[in-house]
Nanobody, 123 residues
Framework: QVQLVESGGGLVQAGTSLRLSCAAS????????MGWFRQPPGKEREFVAA????????EYTDSVKGRFTISRDNAKNTMYLQMNSLKPEDTAVYYC????????????????WGQGTQVTVSS
């Protein structure tokens, strides 16, 4: 069993930065791909970014390219999401999860979701 805990959210002004963390624990933790999703108020959960845990290759949704950076620290079993130039439309609960197969843009293809961390960006 894998447990994921997100942290780092908060209330910030537009144009500023936040770094989210996703700490993983469990008997064995060796994912292939992990991802960040977000769920804006009243909307569906949407893909933000994914990272190949071993190779370090990354993928982003278009709306965050150039502003967000996903990374991981294998030794700490921790994934990060550095969010720069935040916009009010980035307001959402952010979740991390482990990809288990299929398209990594689809939330249903992820397991072991964390509890989420709230990010609120004021204009």
């Amino acid at each position: 069993q894998v447990q994921l805990v997100e942290s780092g959210g908060g209330l910030v002004q537009a144009g500023t930065s936040l770094r989210l963390s996703c700490a993983a624990s469990g008997r064995t933790f060796s994912p292939y791909i992990m991802g960040w999703f977000r769920q804006p108020p009243g909307k569906e959960r949407e893909f933000v970014a994914a990272i190949d845990w071993r190779a370090g290759s990354t993928e982003y949704t278009d709306s965050v390219k150039g502003r967000f950076t996903i990374s991981r620290d294998n030794a700490k079993n921790t994934m990060y999401l550095q969010m720069n130039s935040l916009k009010p439309e980035d307001t959402a609960v952010y979740y991390c999860a482990v990809h288990v197969g299929g398209s990594y843009y689809v939330a249903a293809n992820y397991h072991y979701w964390g509890q989420g961390t709230q990010v609120t960006v004021s204009s």
